[in-house]
């Protein structure tokens, strides 16, 4: 994530399992592509993981804006990211299965040519009253061969 100028805002690891959070284009970074930059950052950790630790995640992202900054009381607080995409992103990460990226429409339709996508279903998530289409990046190798053509 830091290596392609993300921020982390939360990594939680407890009995209920293990949590990431992380974002891409904050007021204040430079990131020309936030969208494609965080599908690849997706694949890199998703990779990274099986490599290294023999660990399969499923990853939900989307696009939007969200309230950044520092919640609580004076005597405690924590910095947040909230709104309905962050809601939306843990949704789409629940209902992927290990190794899966689930994006939203919107980061879909904000990534250049880099990327390709197939649906991956359409689902009736909390917070939504029509069913929310999933899609998921394809594999590099995929990509590329499209590209090439």
């Known amino acids: 994530v830091s290596s392609r100028s993300g921020q982390v805002r939360q990594f939680i690891n407890d009995d209920k399992g293990t949590v990431f959070i992380a974002s891409f284009g904050l007021r204040g970074s430079v990131i020309l592509h936030p969208a494609d930059t965080a599908v690849q950052a997706a694949k890199e950790a998703q990779k990274k993981l099986l490599e290294i630790m023999d660990i399969q995640c499923s990853v939900g992202i989307t696009l939007g804006k969200i309230f950044c900054g520092e919640t609580g009381s004076f005597q405690r607080y924590e910095y947040s990211m909230l709104g309905p995409s962050v809601n939306l ?10 190794g899966q990226i689930n994006c939203d429409e919107r980061l879909k339709n904000h990534t250049g040519r880099r990327h390709t996508f197939t649906i991956s279903g359409t689902y009736k998530l909390k917070g939504y009253e ?13 990509s590329e061969k499209k590209n090439e053509e």
């Open 130 to 142: 029509e069913p929310v289409p999933l899609f998921m990046p394809a594999d590099d190798s995929d």
């Open 89 to 98: 992103s843990a949704r789409l990460m629940a209902k992927g299965a290990w």
